[in-house]
C-alpha cells in the first residue's frame, strides 16, 4: 500500500486478503479439521485467516500450530457478545495467546434494538471494553448486520454505535453484504468509516432466478466490488477479509472464486 495510485487502480497487497473460517464451519466440527481446513485455505492461497465459526473447542494452541504451519496469519477473531461486553480480560488474554490484534463484537445478541435503555447500555460497554482492549494494544471493532441500520429515536443505531463510542476505542468491522442488505450503501460507509475501519468483510449479494436474494462469491454478485475495495483501502483497512454465509456448493470453491476475483483486482 501506499505511493501515488494510477488512477483507479486498487492498492492492495495480497497478504492482506484473508479467509473468515466462518465460511467453512460445516469443514469444522471435529478437532482433527483443523489442519487440514488451514491446510486447504492456504493452498488457495490466503495468507490469513479470521478465527470464527470454528464449531468445536479447539485448544488455542493448536490454532496457533496449524496457523504457522500453513504460514497463515490468524489476522482476527470473533469473541461472543457477553464475554466482550462483560468480561473483556478473557478476551484479551485469548487474543495474546492467538498473536492476534483484532477481534469483533460479532452480533448483539440478546440486546433488544427497540429499546433505548438496552442499546445505549450496550454502547455504554463496547466504549467501556473498547478503552481496555486499546490500553493492551488490541483493537476491537464492531461487525454489523441489517438491524442496526433500523431507526431508534430517528436515527440508525449504527451511526449512534459509532458517533456514542471513542474512535479510538471503538472500530468497524463492516460487512458489505449486510450494510447492503440494511439500504446502506457499502463504499460510502466505507468512506464514512475512514481511519477507523482496520477490518472488512467482502461479502457480494445477488439476486437469484427466483428474485430472492442470497449470498454470492466476491465478484459475482451485483455489488460494486472495485469501488468498495478501493473506498476500503482509501479508508486504511488493513485487513479484506472474504466470508460467504451461504455457499451454493463446496465451500473452498466459493473461496477460490472469490480469491482469484480479488488476485486479478489487485494485479
Known amino acids: 500500500m501506499g505511493g501515488r495510485r494510477p488512477e483507479g487502480q486498487i492498492v492492495v497487497n495480497i497478504e492482506q486478503i484473508a479467509a473468515q473460517l466462518y465460511t467453512l464451519r460445516a469443514e469444522l466440527q471435529r478437532p482433527e479439521q483443523v489442519a487440514e481446513t488451514f491446510r486447504r485455505v ?16 479447539v485448544p488455542d494452541e493448536r490454532l496457533v500450530a496449524a496457523a504457522r504451519e500453513n504460514g497463515l496469519t490468524i489476522c482476527a477473531c470473533h469473541d461472543p457478545g457477553p464475554k466482550i461486553l462483560d468480561t473483556p480480560e478473557q478476551v484479551i488474554a485469548r487474543l495474546k495467546k492467538l498473536d492476534c490484534r483484532h477481534t469483533a463484537y460479532p452480533f448483539p445478541a440478546g440486546i433488544d434494538l427497540n429499546d433505548e435503555g438496552a442499546v445505549r447500555g450496550m454502547i455504554e460497554k463496547l466504549n467501556r471494553a473498547g478503552r ?6 488490541l483493537t476491537l471493532s464492531y461487525h454489523n448486520h441489517h438491524h442496526e441500520f433500523r431507526r431508534l429515536n430517528g436515527r440508525l443505531i449504527l ?3 459509532y458517533a456514542e463510542t471513542n474512535p479510538a476505542w471503538i472500530k468497524a468491522e463492516l460487512d458489505t453484504y449486510w450494510v447492503q442488505y440494511g439500504g446502506g450503501d457499502p463504499a460510502a460507509w466505507c468512506r464514512k468509516m475512514r481511519g477507523r475501519m482496520p477490518l ?29 475495495l478501493r473506498a476500503a483501502e482509501e479508508s486504511g483497512a488493513e ?28 494485479g
Open 42 to 57: 492456504a493452498e488457495i492461497g490466503y495468507r490469513a485467516v479470521q478465527a470464527s465459526g470454528i464449531g468445536v473447542d
Open 132 to 137: 481496555l482492549f486499546a490500553e493492551a494494544g
Open 159 to 161: 451511526e449512534r454505535i
Open 200 to 228: 472488512i468483510h467482502l461479502k457480494d449479494y445477488r439476486i437469484t432466478e427466483k428474485s430472492e436474494i442470497d449470498f454470492a462469491e466476491v465478484g459475482g454478485g451485483n455489488l460494486d466490488m472495485p469501488g468498495i
Open 239 to 266: 485487513w479484506f477479509i472474504v466470508e460467504q454465509d451461504r455457499c451454493p456448493g463446496d465451500p473452498y470453491d466459493s473461496l477460490r472464486r472469490s480469491f482469484a476475483y480479488l488476485r486479478a483486482q489487485i
